[in-house]
């Protein structure tokens, strides 16, 4: 009699046994106790700690999925440009035509600056920092649609 030693009979997995596998409520890899195989593939199984049921998932899959999951987001990560470097699109032609016309007999001078507490009427004059000269088109709810020369926006206002 030889001890500590398994047969080839006892190394396989069957139902009844225990085996470690990832427990998705524990969210950790525990011991449980196998509930279904179809041939020598395990199905479901039981966790012994919290006693939930669910479908088998091998510490080795959990682990190659973790790692995939982490390459793929530092991949883009890495693959993303700085908000700053982002460019709009470019204005309509239409818009930047009307923008213009709209702007032709506007004194600058008299442009509100931009700020969200800033009550809007339509047809307003605004200075935004970002987005230069802006002519209020509509407001609603606490919202205002502004031309400017590289389109329409729409910003808080009356806040």
């Known amino acids: 009699m030889t001890l500590h030693r398994k ?10 046994r225990d085996c470690d596998a990832w427990c998705s409520r524990c969210n950790m890899a525990l011991e449980h106790t196998i509930i279904a195989m179809v041939g020598l593939e395990i199905v479901r199984v039981k966790c012994n700690t ?9 510490t080795r899959e959990v682990a190659e999925t973790v790692a995939k999951v982490a390459k793929a987001k ?32 506007r004194d600058r001078a008299k442009a509100l600056p931009y700020t969200p507490a800033l ?21 609603i709810d606490g919202k205002s649609r502004v031309l400017f020369e590289d389109g329409y926006k729409v910003l808080v206002t009356g806040r």
Not at 7 to 16: E, H, I, N, Q
Not at 52 to 57: G, I, L, R
Not at 122 to 137: A, E, M, R
């Open 50 to 58: 919290c006693n939930s049921e669910h479908k088998y998932k091998s």
């Open 74 to 105: 530092s991949v883009a990560a890495s693959n993303a440009r700085p908000r700053s470097a982002v460019s709009a699109p470019p204005p309509s032609n239409a818009s930047r035509l009307l923008w213009t016309r709209s702007m032709g007999d």
């Open 7 to 16: 047969t080839a009979a006892d190394a396989r997995p069957s139902v009844g």
């Open 119 to 139: 009550v809007a009427s339509p047809g307003s004059l605004i200075d935004h920092k970002q987005f230069g000269y802006g002519i209020v088109d509509v407001v």
